[in-house]
């Protein structure tokens, strides 16, 4: 006989629940499959100290066996169903960060009310960033280290570890690589100006059937995804000047929000690539505006060169590239985590080694995130000319200038923002993630489109 314990209580009027009574039949029903006789079956509840006999009626087992079923017939279908509704299961339910059943229910309008906060507002791990030249990763008492010439530098517990990023001339063992592969550690190569140059996973993502409806979206030139992630970065680069700017831009800032409205309404790739090339030559143009105090030097030499990169010709350009091969990096690693493939996507073109769907996500966080801490450093003074090498033309960031770039990035990730769409507080590390599942659940028809992140 199949005793079960639960922590609970039975319901209140004493009969088992239904799941906990379905789980006890089957486990009758192995018992029985090996040759044992088995009447019925009983439920302990701990909560209320209670025993609960469960008889193996036919109509019971037959009830089980159709469970069986459905759960398999929904096992073998390409998409996984729709969320539930309101559902008291959810907060505790260790999928709800995969399923995002809220924001899935109400933008699909299945939920009046805002959507609960039921993922926590930003993630327990974080990054581990490797930027010493010479250092060695490896593992020692079951924590991943590195040292320098055999002296410890630092070291961290794996299950703090969202990823290990190690920058430019850095050993990593096979032993942390394995480790790292085993608890689903994505691994990133970085040059030293923070290009991603490769990255390894245990696994390949196993999502296919969103690795199917990727690969049509992208056949289809886009499906209309990448109008609202354009129109989401031009109103995002609105918003930053708008708040940061100390020069007269009415008509830029209009311009710009007419242009966000253009891209929207884009109906071929080349009008929406000339947006988006008009809309950046503007906010590029009057970004030197939101330079204050020591950090307009920076800005007149960015006015004179423009925009510029591989390699960037000035300080501002340098900082600027760096952010977002950051900003780059951290989205392969959310795609991957999702189940996409990071190379392939709706706006950026495919090119060998391009990481076109990251660059794509990239897009409307690209202002609210690495632009806005290229603005805080310098502003702040945080950055000065000391941090850069200027060498055969090219201008790149000092090792020391590199982690303070990089801190004030992650800073920058942990800041917590009310969602514009679902309302609750959640961190900008979180809100990476949040938006590469919608666009997920877009790709697979559950939610019918794409919302950009848009900051007021
Ligand atoms: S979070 Fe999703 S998978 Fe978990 S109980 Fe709710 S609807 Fe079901």
Redesign the pocket.
């Known amino acids: 006989m199949p005793v079960d314990y639960k922590k609970g209580s039975p319901q209140p009027d004493g009969s088992p629940w239904p799941s906990d009574e379905v789980q006890v039949c089957l486990q009758a029903l192995l018992l029985r499959e090996h040759g044992y006789q088995c009447d019925h079956a009983e439920l302990w509840y701990a909560e209320t100290r209670q025993r609960v006999r469960v008889e193996l009626t036919s109509e019971r087992l037959s009830w089980a066996a159709d469970l069986v079923a459905d759960a398999r017939a929904v096992a073998d279908r390409a998409r996984p169903p729709l969320?539930?509704v309101d559902?008291p299961?959810?907060p505790r339910?260790?999928?709800?960060g995969l399923?995002l059943?809220d924001e899935t229910n109400a933008l699909l309008s299945r939920r009046e009310q805002p959507p609960r906060r039921?993922v926590p507002r930003d993630p327990d791990q974080r990054p581990v960033y490797v930027t010493e030249p010479g250092a060695f990763v490896g593992v020692r008492s079951g924590r991943l280290e590195v040292t320098l010439k055999k002296e410890k530098l630092a070291s961290w517990r794996f299950l703090d570890v969202a990823q290990l990023a190690v920058f430019g001339r850095v050993q990593i063992s096979t032993q942390a690589l394995g480790e790292c592969f085993a608890r689903e550690i994505p691994v990133l190569w970085l040059s030293s100006g923070g290009w991603l140059q490769g990255f390894a996973l245990g696994q390949p993502p196993k999502y296919v059937e969103l690795r199917r409806q990727q690969t049509a979206a992208h056949a289809q030139g886009g499906a209309g995804l990448a109008q609202q992630m354009i129109a989401g970065k031009i109103m995002n680069c609105r918003t930053l000047l708008r708040r940061n700017s100390r020069g007269e831009l009415s008509s830029t800032l209009a311009a710009l929000k007419r242009l966000a409205q253009q891209a929207r309404e884009a109906t071929n790739f080349s009008s929406l690539l000339g947006i988006e090339g008009t809309a950046a030559r503007m906010y590029f143009g009057a970004f030197p505006s939101m330079l204050v105090g020591g950090a307009e030097p920076f800005g007149a030499e960015f006015s004179q060169l423009g925009r510029n990169r591989r390699p960037p010709l000035d300080p501002l350009n340098a900082l600027l590239s760096f952010c977002y091969a950051m900003l780059t990096k951290d989205l392969v690693v959310v795609a991957l985590g999702v189940g996409f493939d990071p190379y392939l996507g709706v706006y950026h073109r495919s090119r060998y080694g391009r990481p076109s769907l990251a660059l794509d996500l990239a897009e409307e966080f690209r202002p609210l995130i690495a632009d806005s801490v290229v603005i805080g450093l310098l502003n702040n003074g945080e950055i000065t000319a000391s941090d850069f090498i200027r060498r055969a033309g090219a201008v790149s960031l000092t090792a020391d200038g590199r982690r303070t770039v990089l801190k004030a990035y992650e800073r920058r990730l942990d800041t917590e923002i009310r969602h514009p769409v679902f309302g609750y507080r959640i961190s900008y590390r979180r809100v990476l993630d949040v938006q590469a599942r919608l666009l997920a659940a877009v790709l697979v028809g559950e939610v019918p489109e794409y919302i950009p992140m848009v900051t007021r």
């Open positions: 969320p539930l559902s299961k959810c339910c260790s999928l709800v399923c059943p039921l």
